[in-house]
């Protein structure tokens, strides 16, 4: 089964609209990172985070690691066109540094 | 550039016929791994390799075959595809995967139908 949980599948936003998306896990993880996939292309790292309680910010992105490292978010603020895209996270479980595990994704797209 | 290179970007091929996608990477990373995407089900690792000649099964590998002979070069060959591996795939390196890695770098991907 899925071993890390990402909703909602979908988000349709109007532009300036703010965005959140969410990943949960069943066990603790070492780290989590985030990916951009734009429409067409492939999964870009953006960030890592590995600090319980850790928020990272780029720009208009918010980056949130939980207290208890099983759950995080990615929040962007006044939504761009430039932003759509297919976000995923990827956990690493405490004491497997062998593999990431990815969540499904959430689909963004920003009408104009 | 730092790049991981897929070959080729588009595959159609019938049931049974033995293919096989490139994968090089010149960041000298030790790590690389093959992922297929389907709709709705995200990114699903199919083999990894932590080095030369160690390679590792992921989530789905059955179906596939990997080979690390040298560090840069990381294949996956499909002995006999079948409909339901149509698929887009990415390879992906790092360095060894820590609390200190900075994340993988995707190939550009390799769409796969099999007919």
């Known amino acids: 089964g899925q071993q890390v949980m990402q909703i909602p599948q979908y988000q349709h936003v109007q532009e300036g609209e703010d965005f959140t998306t969410y990943c949960n896990s069943s066990?603790?993880?070492?780290?989590i990172q985030w990916y951009k996939q734009r429409p067409g292309g492939h999964p870009v790292f953006l960030i890592q985070l590995v600090k319980s309680g850790e928020v990272k910010k780029q720009k208009r992105l918010t980056f949130q690691f939980g207290e208890a490292k099983k759950n995080s978010s990615l929040h962007i603020t006044a939504t761009q066109t430039t932003d759509v895209g297919t976000y995923f996270c990827?956990?690493?479980?405490?004491?497997?540094?062998?593999?990431?595990?990815f969540g499904s994704g959430t689909k963004l797209n920003v009408k104009p | 550039e730092a790049q991981v290179t897929q070959n080729p970007r588009y595959l159609i091929t019938v049931t049974g016929k033995k293919l096989t996608v490139t994968c090089s990477q010149n960041m000298n990373h030790e790590y690389m791994s093959w992922y297929r995407q389907d709709p709705g089900l995200g990114l699903r690792q199919i083999y990894y390799?932590?080095?030369?000649?160690?390679?590792d099964k992921g989530d789905v590998p059955e179906g596939y075959k990997v080979s690390r002979k040298e560090k840069r070069n990381f294949p996956l060959i499909l002995e006999s595809p079948s409909p339901n591996q149509t698929s887009l795939y990415f390879c992906?390196?790092?360095?060894?995967?820590?609390?200190?890695?900075?994340?993988?770098?995707f190939g550009s991907g390799t769409r796969l139908t099999v007919v």
């Open positions: 390799s932590m080095n030369v000649e160690v390679t």
């Open positions: 066990t603790t993880l070492s780290n």
């Open positions: 990827a956990g690493m479980k405490e004491y497997n540094f062998n593999k990431f595990y």
């Open positions: 992906a390196s790092s360095p060894i995967p820590s609390r200190d890695v900075y994340g993988y770098t």
